[in-house]
């Protein structure tokens, strides 16, 4: 494979990581909060993780269904509505919702190659490259995700299981990282 080529495919397979990590990160957030949180609004102007999730759940299906055929911003989107709770935004409708949406995004992720990193494809009739397109998708859902694992922590308060590093252990795992990952030694290395 030529070295532009590896580089590409290298690309797509640390942003189809990166995905998975932001899904898992929010999924594990959104675990930790009872239905009433789920709901909570801080105040009138905020966002309640219900429409978070709704947000990003519909911005995620537009922006990856058919990507290389339409518009990313399909014509069924209601943006503004994603920012309203309505009757049949039970939990569980939004949680599939949810999957579904970040389902077209990574299947797509897992079907791109490093040929298609360069197509152009468009968002609100904006041009954009396959990269552009990715990379501001995922930036767009990773601001959101951090939303979601702070307003997650706020529901859950002293019940919070840490998603990183917790309090007061940065140093074990500073350790347990430097040992895990450093360069062998060439004594440890070679046979004997």
Same mark, same amino acid.
């Given at each position: 494979?030529? &070295?532009?080529?590896?580089?590409?495919?290298?690309?797509?397979?640390?942003?189809?990581? &990166?995905?998975? *990590?932001?899904?898992?990160?929010?999924?594990?957030?959104?675990?930790?909060?009872?239905?009433?949180?789920?709901?909570?609004?801080?105040?009138?102007?905020?966002?309640?993780?219900?429409?978070?999730?709704?947000?990003?759940?519909?911005?995620?299906?537009?922006?990856?269904?058919?990507?290389? #055929?339409?518009?990313?911003?399909?014509?069924?989107?209601?943006?503004? *509505? &994603?920012?309203?709770?309505?009757?049949?935004?039970?939990?569980?409708?939004?949680?599939?919702?949810?999957?579904?949406?970040?389902?077209?995004?990574? &299947?797509?992720?897992?079907?791109?190659?490093? #040929?298609?990193?360069? *197509?152009?494809?468009?968002?609100?009739?904006?041009?954009?490259?396959?990269? *552009?397109?990715?990379?501001?998708?995922? #930036?767009?859902?990773?601001?959101?995700?951090?939303?979601?694992?702070?307003? #997650?922590?706020?529901?859950?308060?002293?019940?919070?299981?840490?998603?990183?590093?917790?309090?007061?252990?940065?140093?074990?795992?500073?350790?347990?990282?430097?040992?895990?990952?450093?360069?062998?030694?060439?004594?440890?290395?070679?046979?004997?």
């Amino acid at each position: 494979m030529p &070295e532009s080529l590896a580089h590409d495919a290298l690309f797509i397979d640390e942003l189809r990581g &990166e995905a998975r *990590r932001y899904k898992d990160l929010a999924d594990q957030a959104l675990a930790q909060v009872d239905d009433a949180g789920f709901f909570h609004r801080l105040d009138a102007e905020s966002n309640c993780l219900a429409l978070i999730v709704k947000h990003v759940a519909n911005n995620l299906r537009s922006r990856w269904t058919n990507v290389y #055929a339409t518009d990313g911003e399909k014509p069924d989107r209601q943006r503004d *509505r &994603e920012f309203e709770l309505e009757p049949d935004d039970t939990r569980p409708a939004l949680m599939t919702r949810w999957d579904a949406g970040w389902g077209c995004f990574l &299947e797509t992720l897992d079907r791109m190659e490093p #040929a298609d990193l360069g *197509r152009t494809v468009l968002i609100r009739s904006e041009p954009h490259t396959v990269t *552009r397109a990715a990379l501001r998708s995922l #930036a767009h859902t990773a601001s959101h995700v951090g939303q979601i694992v702070i307003l #997650a922590k706020h529901a859950v308060g002293a019940r919070w299981g840490s998603l990183s590093i917790p309090r007061g252990q940065s140093e074990q795992v500073n350790a347990l990282m430097r040992e895990q990952f450093a360069p062998k030694s060439a004594a440890a290395t070679s046979p004997s």
